[in-house]
């Protein structure tokens, strides 16, 4: 049973439009969640994250919204670049655990 | 500052061979781990350490072996390859405590078994 769940697995948007990743997890202890970003040949990279107290974080062009009623987070690129194009993992954690339980994964095409 | 160290970067193995995938880190970190990816399936955490002489299971442990003498390494190990251990493996680590929760990952070790 996958706690953690991308239900897309690809996104293709044109450069300068809005990405929206989407990511919905069923575990009601998770406080704590992130988004790491994997090119080809490279292990993940951390994105950024939101804790369970806020709804909603941002770092320059990346979003990241907390929906704790709907158990759904999403991450919004604004605007998308083609250097974005990568596979998101949406991850959780839940507080005093050390499994940081992740996603299936998300492609994200952007296209020039 | 290297960060996460894995090696090898690639391996072919034959069903039943033993290997040892290594993991270094550089930062003085406590927690380590180690994920597979597979297609459609995401990262799986399958051990981890929060400190020397510490290990403990992750979601899929079963035909892997850890151990975790020094702060620096965390081994994987593999006694009886399986053809299901086709994987690309990541060795993870981050700090340990309160709010420590962003984990540094290597840049993966592509194992094939035959």
């Known amino acids: 049973d996958q706690q953690v769940k991308q239900n897309s697995p690809s996104l293709s948007v044109q450069e300068g439009r809005i990405s929206i990743l989407n990511c919905d997890y069923t575990n009601s202890m998770f406080d704590y969640f992130l988004w790491y970003k994997k090119y080809p040949a490279e292990g993940p990279t951390f994105l950024i994250s939101?804790?369970?107290?806020?709804d909603k974080n941002e770092d320059g062009r990346f979003t990241v919204f907390l929906n704790k009623s709907a158990k759904h987070l999403s991450l919004h690129i604004v605007p998308s670049q083609p250097g974005d194009s990568a596979v998101y993992f949406c991850?959780?954690?839940?507080?005093?655990?050390?499994?940081?339980?992740f996603g299936k994964g998300m492609k994200l095409t952007v296209n020039p | 500052n290297a960060g996460v160290t894995q090696t090898p970067k690639f391996q072919v193995l034959k069903t039943g061979q033993s290997m040892t995938l290594q993991c270094a880190q550089d930062m003085n970190h406590e927690y380590m781990s180690w994920y597979r990816q597979d297609p459609g399936m995401g990262l799986r955490l399958i051990h981890y350490s929060v400190g020397a002489g510490i290990t403990d299971q992750g979601e899929v442990p079963n035909g892997y072996n850890v151990s975790r003498s020094t702060t620096e390494d965390f081994p994987l190990r593999l006694l009886s390859a399986a053809p299901s251990q086709t994987s690309v493996y990541f060795c993870?680590?981050?700090?340990?405590?309160?709010?420590?929760?962003?984990?540094?990952f290597g840049a993966g070790s592509r194992l094939t078994v035959l």
């Open positions: 939101i804790s369970s107290i806020k």
């Open positions: 991850a959780a954690l839940q507080g005093g655990s050390e499994k940081l339980v």
């Open positions: 993870a680590s981050r700090e340990q405590g309160a709010g420590a929760n962003v984990l540094t």
